[in-house]
């Protein structure tokens, strides 16, 4: 049984072997018929090269022919072969990108013409005479000094033709047009922005300095007032000033010229100017020459100007006025003052115009002190010194308020010029007493009802507000919101005919609307006696200028 198990094993083991010989040996048969097939069919024509651009064989079958022809021909050959496809690619990409500027109708003439000469020169390049005898026919052999001199005409019209299309390429390269342009409009719209911030800022020096010419005008008339001392004494107050049935208009400023065109475009458009009487409040520093302005040039037509300085009201002191008690510390001195904190300031221009040093003036708060300043009177208008009256005034003392105390235009419009704006709402005390949503109102042109100020203690209510705003947690700082707070709920709205507000920073306003205007109001940073000013709107106030004014002339206005 063994034996038998044994030779049957034996005998599967030499079967085995016998299909695996038998199975090589078919392999092999199979790779040699197809070899001998494959080289049949590969040598059985005669190689034919079509050396025009037009003709280039460019299929499989033909790559492979010259590969098996490479084999056994001359290497020189095989060079060349390799040039010529290397000059053929190149004329195929130099006339694919002039089909492309045809196609897009380019305006570049002479770089498209570029492109053809290009394309003509490698294609002559193997038409001259000299290489197509020596190279290009099949009976003679390669000449290697030739097929040198023509392999370096090759590479140098390559060289040329791939500088020429990577010049031009960007003008074919959509995407990268694309990525050019983003970057281009990128890099403009960082020049505009850094422009902008730095024209607000110029903008903005140039309407909080005080221009030479108005220095120089105030030292002028300071200088006449030292000169001649016995022509300008103090005279005794005037009866007018004080009898409550007169117009009576109060004007806060620093700025002599400013001043004298309020007073004298209010005069020149009233009916009765010999019934109005203009309180003119300035600081020490600019009295003399605001006196001796209105003594050189005494106001016409019977109307009445008195001049005094904030000093002389001695009870506006830092034990009464919270603002002056507020500027005495050493806080708010800090705030204003120092520029560090502006270093790190992402919008400084704001922060420079929140710290603009015009509200560290007392006259920037006196209109909060009228009905004290003026115990004997029941009404007066407050003006801005950048306003220009164009019309007679006098019906403002006719409107009736309701018992309320401010008469103020609205200056809100959709979601702008709200409390919100001004207000600090997510101080709990603002947002318990006002809504954020209340429209806003001007200060400018203001009607006052004295006797109901009185009657209310609003002054009282604005040193409430102001002792808390001490930190500046309820607002920044300025005139309007505390102007705001303490007229809330007793502001009358008038006509907005009666004043028009931005010539100082909007350019869009519509001279019909400035022509029904009963006062403008140049509030913004380009004021009329500036050379920033709007052009349009600046003749609107050059005309009320005292031009024959020696002082003006000499201190070189440019109006």
């Given at each position: 049984?063994?034996?038998?198990?044994?030779?049957?094993?034996?005998?599967?083991?030499?079967?085995?072997?016998?299909?695996?010989?038998?199975?090589?040996?078919?392999?092999?048969?199979?790779?040699?018929?197809?070899?001998?097939?494959?080289?049949?069919?590969?040598?059985?024509?005669?190689?034919?090269?079509?050396?025009?651009?037009?003709?280039?064989?460019?299929?499989?079958?033909?790559?492979?022919?010259?590969?098996?022809?490479?084999?056994?021909?001359?290497?020189?050959?095989?060079?060349?072969?390799?040039?010529?496809?290397?000059?053929?690619?190149?004329?195929?990409?130099?006339?694919?990108?002039?089909?492309?500027?045809?196609?897009?109708?380019?305006?570049?003439?002479?770089?498209?013409?570029?492109?053809?000469?290009?394309?003509?020169?490698?294609?002559?390049?193997?038409?001259?005479?000299?290489?197509?005898?020596?190279?290009?026919?099949?009976?003679?052999?390669?000449?290697?000094?030739?097929?040198?001199?023509f392999e370096k005409e090759v590479k140098d019209k390559i060289k040329v033709a791939r500088l020429m299309i990577a010049e031009n390429k960007e003008s074919y390269d959509n995407q990268q047009k694309i990525q050019k342009l983003k970057d281009t409009i990128f890099a403009v719209n960082e020049l505009l922005v850094k422009a902008k911030k730095n024209g607000a800022f110029a903008s903005l020096i140039a309407a909080k300095s005080t221009p030479k010419s108005l220095h120089c005008l105030a030292m002028r008339l300071m200088g006449e007032r030292i000169a001649n001392p016995k022509s300008y004494t103090d005279e005794k107050p005037r009866p007018e000033f004080e009898v409550p049935s007169l117009y009576h208009y109060a004007l806060f400023s620093d700025n002599v010229i400013a001043v004298s065109v309020v007073v004298n475009s209010t005069v020149n458009n009233t009916v009765e100017p010999w019934k109005h009487v203009f309180h003119v409040v300035t600081n020490k520093m600019n009295l003399a020459a605001m006196k001796v302005w209105f003594k050189l040039k005494p106001v016409g037509r019977g109307a009445f100007v008195e001049v005094k300085a904030v000093e002389e009201f001695t009870f506006l002191n830092s034990s009464y006025v919270p603002i002056l008690r507020q500027l005495e510390s050493a806080n708010l001195q800090k705030l204003y003052l120092d520029d560090k904190s502006d270093n790190d300031n992402e919008n400084e221009n704001e922060t420079k115009d929140e710290k603009n040093t015009k509200h560290l003036s007392m006259l920037d708060h006196l209109m909060f002190y009228l009905p004290e300043m003026y115990p004997k009177l029941h009404k007066i208008l407050f003006l801005d010194d950048d306003v220009v009256v164009q019309k007679d005034l006098t019906a403002l003392w006719k409107v009736d308020l309701g018992g309320k105390v401010n008469g103020a235009v609205e200056t809100c419009f959709g979601s702008f010029h709200r409390y919100s704006h001004y207000l600090n709402f997510s101080h709990p005390l603002i947002r318990d007493k006002f809504n954020p949503k209340a429209c806003a109102y001007a200060f400018g042109m203001n009607i006052f009802d004295l006797d109901a100020w009185r009657r209310e203690r609003l002054t009282d209510q604005y040193h409430y507000w102001q002792d808390l705003n001490e930190d500046q947690s309820l607002w920044k700082s300025g005139r309007q919101p505390p102007g705001l707070m303490t007229f809330y709920s007793t502001t009358k709205s008038l006509d907005e005919t009666w004043h028009v507000l931005g010539l100082g920073y909007n350019p869009s306003i519509s001279m019909d609307e400035i022509k029904k205007a009963a006062v403008i109001h140049y509030n913004g940073n380009m004021k009329p006696w500036l050379d920033i000013a709007m052009n349009q709107f600046k003749k609107l106030w050059t005309r009320y200028v005292d031009n024959e004014m020696e002082f003006v002339q000499m201190c070189n206005f440019g109006l």
């Open positions: 049984m063994a034996v038998v198990a044994r030779a049957g094993r034996g005998g599967g083991g030499s079967s085995a072997l016998r299909s695996f010989f038998s199975y090589r040996i078919f392999a092999s048969a199979m790779f040699t018929l197809l070899f001998f097939a494959t080289a049949s069919v590969l040598f059985s024509s005669h190689p034919v090269l079509l050396y025009d651009h037009a003709e280039i064989q460019t299929t499989g079958r033909a790559s492979m022919h010259r590969t098996f022809l490479a084999l056994k021909s001359d290497p020189l050959k095989t060079r060349l072969e390799l040039i010529h496809k290397q000059a053929s690619d190149h004329i195929m990409l130099v006339n694919a990108y002039a089909s492309y500027a045809r196609k897009l109708k380019l305006e570049i003439s002479k770089q498209l013409k570029t492109f053809d000469d290009m394309a003509q020169n490698l294609s002559d390049l193997s038409m001259k005479p000299m290489y197509r005898a020596a190279l290009f026919d099949s009976n003679v052999p390669v000449d290697e000094e030739i097929l040198r001199q």
